[in-house]
């Protein structure tokens, strides 16, 4: 029977892995965060229908319950310039609206660290947290994936799901090293509760405001219950983190817009003074609540994207996610090209045998990343151009 090792536990290893175990087939994840509960900024995810698909896919039919009743509940979107004026000619065709309840077409609004804990609920024995893979090679008729601390993981099929720095990617496939597209995108959250005096609006549903060169979303993220709740009313036992309702936003432009290129990580202080003065003239509803926001909330990161997905030979090592085909933030496609990857990859390994399975696979990503890279780099090229 094959034996697959993941490396990386986001959104596409972690959905993959749940498809793996659907389907009664043996897997290790490696992933090189300490714990489960390690990152303090969970940030909200748009789950499109692709996405939602394959979830359901890959999903225990309770968790797949309990993925949508953590889902925000909100409303349509609007378009505003920097003084919240409407702007209703420049919403983008692209545009999905949120599923409305009872509708299921419409995008659903997640919470990152919650959908990565309904992802892990019940693989426990399989994630080896604390686990950074280094490197991988063939061994006879399958690979060896050798991590930092000397371990040593050996399968029939090694699946680089370790995001954008991949560290198998930059081994294997050294030229699609993701390329910096000129722009930042600075995101961070307010609890509902210390969001002040907002426009009410704004509490109704996404908005997004094309101001003075960039383009920042806001989008509340009000739950139905409490996480435990939820959690007991659909998959009892799976433990969630608690987000308590929020405010999210992100703020993408060009970098000299947003005040040159980024210090090292966790130089809050530096993202806060670049807010301030980008949003210094916006409507105070804008400029308090990126100002209300805690540094810890905060970060930024250069907006990268890969030139196409690079062609291979099929063998014993394959990717999914931003390892191979990683996008701009601002395309919001990144995590379901993920996750439409990971449940592809899963049915493929159902069927087939490890060799064949990656062939079919690797065909369908393919197409499926360059279209998706191809709608992100029109859309953030639109983004960049016009905001
Ligand atoms: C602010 C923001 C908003 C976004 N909004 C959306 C959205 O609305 N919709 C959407 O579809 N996409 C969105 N994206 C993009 C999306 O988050 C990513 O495309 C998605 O998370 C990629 O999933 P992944 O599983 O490929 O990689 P990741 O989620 O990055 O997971 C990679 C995992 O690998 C681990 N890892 C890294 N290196 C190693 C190693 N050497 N060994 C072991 N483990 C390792 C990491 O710790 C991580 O857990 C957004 C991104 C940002 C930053």
Same mark, same amino acid.
């Given at each position: 029977m094959s034996r697959i090792i993941i490396v990386g536990a986001g959104?596409? $290893?972690l959905c993959l892995a749940q498809g793996l175990a659907r389907a009664g087939i043996a897997f290790e994840v490696l992933e090189a965060d300490a714990g489960p509960w390690i990152r303090g900024q969970g940030y909200r995810l748009r789950i499109d229908a692709m996405g939602q698909q394959a979830l359901r896919d890959c !999903?225990?039919?309770s968790s797949f319950a309990l993925f949508q009743a953590s889902c925000a509940v909100s409303g349509s979107g609007r378009f505003v310039d920097a003084q919240l004026r409407p702007l209703r000619e420049r919403r983008p065709d692209s545009w999905r609206e949120n599923a409305v309840e009872g509708e299921p077409d419409? @995008? /659903?609004s997640a919470d990152l660290q919650v959908l990565r804990d =309904? *992802?892990?609920? $019940? !693989?426990?024995p399989q994630i080896r947290w604390g686990c950074r893979a280094a490197s991988c090679e063939r061994e006879? @008729?399958? =690979?060896?994936v050798h991590c930092e601390d000397g371990r040593v993981f050996r399968g029939d099929l090694a699946v680089a799901a370790d995001g954008l720095r991949s560290a198998l990617r930059r081994q294997w496939l050294p030229q699609a090293e993701p390329e910096s597209i000129g722009a930042l995108n600075i995101y961070g959250k307010v609890p509902l509760?210390?969001? $002040?005096? !907002?426009? &009410?609006? /704004? *509490?109704?549903? &996404?908005?997004?405001? #094309?101001? @003075?060169?960039?383009? *920042?979303?806001?989008? &509340? /993220?009000? #739950?139905?219950? $409490? /996480?435990?709740? *939820?959690?007991d009313r659909h998959a009892p036992g799976c433990r969630l983190s608690e987000p308590g309702d929020y405010l999210y936003w992100a703020l993408f432009g060009r970098?000299?817009?947003l005040g040159g290129p980024l210090g090292p990580d966790g130089d809050e202080e530096g993202l806060r003074q670049r807010l301030q003065a980008v949003c210094r003239d916006w409507h105070p509803s804008l400029s308090s609540l990126l100002a209300r926001s805690a540094p810890a909330s905060i970060l930024g990161r250069e907006a990268r994207m890969a030139a196409g997905v690079p062609v291979w030979r099929a063998g014993k090592l394959t990717a999914l996610g931003d390892a191979i085909h990683a996008m701009s933030p601002a395309g919001g496609v990144g995590a379901n090209t993920a996750l439409a990857d990971a449940a592809m990859l899963a049915r493929c390994l159902a069927e087939d045998g490890v060799g064949q399975a990656v062939m079919r696979y690797e065909a369908d990503m393919r197409k499926r990343a360059e279209q998706a890279l191809a709608s992100t780099r029109a859309g953030t090229e639109r983004l960049l151009r016009l905001a």
């Open positions: 959104v596409g $290893g !999903l225990p039919t419409g @995008d /659903m =309904i *992802l892990s609920h $019940g !693989l426990a006879g @008729d399958g =690979i060896a509760a210390d969001a $002040g005096a !907002l426009e &009410p609006v /704004m *509490l109704a549903g &996404p908005t997004v405001a #094309f101001a @003075d060169g960039c383009t *920042l979303v806001v989008e &509340p /993220m009000r #739950f139905r219950a $409490g /996480m435990a709740e *939820l959690a970098t000299e817009r």
